[in-house]
């Protein structure tokens, strides 16, 4: 039997290393065609961009070279206009002169022509009294007839009434003139009105026609100043895209290399694995029944010396706790069945079990008291790396960790703030050094980050430095400048090509490793950008930051969409490997997990609050 089962065993851990291996080849080839079209993609996208810069440079020299005609022109132009002008303010100014004179001999004939009617007025109301005491005389003499006197006094009265109708009919000829002396000088004056509000039209339209010329020169001259960058600008990037496109027709022609390399490892591990599962379903056939029967045995023997007094399910139903009647609480799968762990608590014995908020327990028994215990599994320190005191490796704190992606290495980094920053990669099975880069930074190392495939390691520091080393020999390939604070995270994208630095100076950059140029840089934010990770195998990033956000970006700086309820300072964030859940802490001490794609908030971890004993008396 034993044989047997070892047999059985052998079979089954040759087939899931099998499957594991099928697995890890279809994973490959996937990645290898996903790399091929990005290539293609690649060529195709700098193809079309240099055909449409060399295009635009084209566009370009046509219009520098028509440039000076477009100076000169506007040159001519703006002299033109400024000659009008001159020549209008000019006629505005005369023709004002001539307004004014207009206004005072028109003033002066107003003036005259009311003295006039004022003296006719008057002359005509004493020759009309003259007249008719001149009538009322001869009436008066002719009733007396023979009165000398009073005939003396008509032929009087008769004389002064002919004299002041003379002197009415020379005033009335006298205000002729006047009246059409005014009539001119209002005609004079209105004629003059007409002329100057043309004129004013005119200088108006010549000041917007030399403000044309002006600003048409401006741009002409700012164009020639700027022509020329833009020019430089356009042959870098049809050289770039050039570039670009041998590169990526070299990627390609890997690439395929690749798929073929991959498709062929695929078809060998899928018969190696129908190969597997056929010896295994052989070798299962014969120890089929005994093992069975081996099995009920163990578990009616098992079920019989587990006396269980009480059960109840975890809040979220994952796990089932039970109460011994030795005392001994467990917690169990209820998915499978499997046991999750054994609570270990100081306590009388138990006889029931209750479940309270946040995963805790209340157990009572005998006595007066109500026993409340975790029911989470606890946590065990499994290794300490450093001593705390002068002899400890690190120069200092330590204050950024990150794991290999095989989980085999740890790396720390920190140092001595204003002195140097150091970067040591430790086993983690044995807590030995594998690595060390004492002076990897002038100042404090404040984030770490392990390439895809475990070969490089990329750090952040204090210094304002991003740097990228080798992990085997501690060897620097690329110093990225270009941060203005503190460098707080660094996340590589999964094609190991491409970095993301954040930092203290709320900036977000993107790195070409290739080159190790900055392709990118943005910011949007009001403080320190704490973190930064690359979801998948995308080009979509989480960034955490101290104004109270986390939220998923594209590589261009655009924001795709904010992560709710992040009341406070975020100091810190991650993302799971296929970039589907994230997490993070802030200023608050609450965990916060979100489904990323939906924008949701999955669930947030409290810190816990102190927990008393219930003591209840008889």
């Not at 001999?105 to 008719?132: F, P």
């Not at 295994?280 to 014969?286: I, N, P, R, W």
């Not at 992040?566 to 609450?590: E, L, N, Q, W």
Request: with cysteine; aromatic share 4%.
């Amino acid at each position: 039997m034993a044989f047997a089962k070892a047999e059985v065993g052998y079979h089954k851990t040759n087939v899931e290393a099998k499957q594991k291996q099928l697995k890890q080849d279809q994973d490959a080839q996937k990645k290898a065609k996903d790399a091929l079209a990005g290539h293609e993609k690649t060529a195709t996208d700098k193809t079309k961009e240099k055909t449409d810069s060399e295009a635009a440079l084209k566009k370009l020299n046509d219009e520098i070279a028509a440039l000076p005609k477009r100076i000169e022109a506007a040159n001519k132009g703006k002299a033109g206009a400024d000659a009008a002008l001159k020549s209008a303010e000019s006629g505005v100014a005369k023709t004002t002169t001539n307004l004014t004179n207009a206004e005072k001999t028109l003033k002066e004939a107003i003036a005259n022509k009311a003295t006039l009617t004022e003296r006719l007025m008057r002359i005509g109301a004493s020759a009309a009294n003259a007249k008719t005491l001149a009538e009322e005389a001869r009436n008066e003499a002719a009733k007396a007839k023979g009165d000398k006197a009073l005939a003396t006094q008509a032929t009087a009265a008769d004389s002064l009434a002919k004299r002041k109708a003379r002197e009415f009919e020379a005033a009335l000829n006298a205000y002729e003139p006047a009246r059409e002396k005014l009539a001119k000088a209002e005609g004079a004056k209105a004629s003059i009105n007409g002329e100057l509000t043309k004129l004013k039209v005119t200088l108006a339209s010549t000041k917007v026609e030399l403000e044309k010329q002006i600003k048409e020169l401006a741009a002409a001259q700012d164009r020639q100043k700027k022509s020329a960058e833009e020019k430089k600008n356009l042959e870098k990037k049809i050289t770039d895209a050039t570039t670009a496109i041998t590169n990526a027709e070299r990627e390609i022609d890997l690439a395929k290399a690749e798929v073929g390399f991959t498709a062929t490892n695929v078809k060998n591990a899928e018969t190696a694995l129908k190969d597997a599962t056929g010896a295994q379903t052989e070798a299962g056939k014969v120890p089929a029944t005994r093992e069975a029967g081996v099995a009920d045995a163990k578990a009616r023997a098992g079920a019989g010396t587990q006396d269980l007094i009480d059960a109840v399910f975890s809040e979220d139903g994952v796990l089932v706790y039970t109460l011994g009647i030795d005392g001994r609480v467990q917690s169990w799968s209820s998915r499978t069945g499997q046991r999750a762990h054994v609570l270990n608590f100081e306590g009388r014995l138990a006889k029931r079990m209750a479940l309270l908020s946040n995963g805790r327990l209340a157990l009572v028994g005998d006595s007066p008291e109500m026993a409340i215990v975790t029911g989470r599994a606890p946590w065990a320190l499994a290794n300490t790396i450093g001593t705390g005191n002068e002899d400890s490796p690190f120069e200092d704190r330590v204050i950024a960790l990150d794991f290999s992606p095989n989980g085999e290495w740890l790396a720390t980094g920190g140092g001595f703030p204003s002195r140097g920053g150091e970067i040591y990669i430790w086993n983690v099975e044995d807590g030995s050094e594998e690595l060390r880069i004492p002076e990897a930074h002038s100042d404090t190392v404040c984030s770490l980050a392990f390439s895809p495939d475990g070969n490089q390691i990329a750090s952040g520091g204090t210094d304002r430095f991003a740097r990228i080393f080798e992990t085997n020999r501690g060897k620097e390939l690329h110093a990225l400048e270009g941060h203005t604070g503190h460098v707080l995270g660094v996340s590589w994208q999964r094609n190991g090509r491409v970095l993301a630095s954040v930092g203290a100076d709320k900036a977000v950059k993107i790195w070409n490793l290739i080159n190790g140029e900055q392709k990118k840089s943005f910011s949007g934010f009001n403080k320190e950008v704490t973190s930064v990770h690359f979801l998948g195998i995308g080009t979509q990033a989480v960034v955490s930051a101290g104004d109270n956000v986390v939220k998923v970006v594209k590589e261009d700086g655009g924001e795709v969409r904010r992560l709710p309820e992040t009341p406070t300072f975020m100091h810190s964030s991650d993302v799971t490997p296929d970039g589907k859940i994230a997490v993070a802490g802030g200023f608050d001490g609450i965990l916060r997990i979100w489904d990323v794609n939906a924008g949701k908030l999955l669930q947030s971890f409290a810190p816990e609050k102190e927990t008393t004993k219930i003591v209840s008396k008889k």
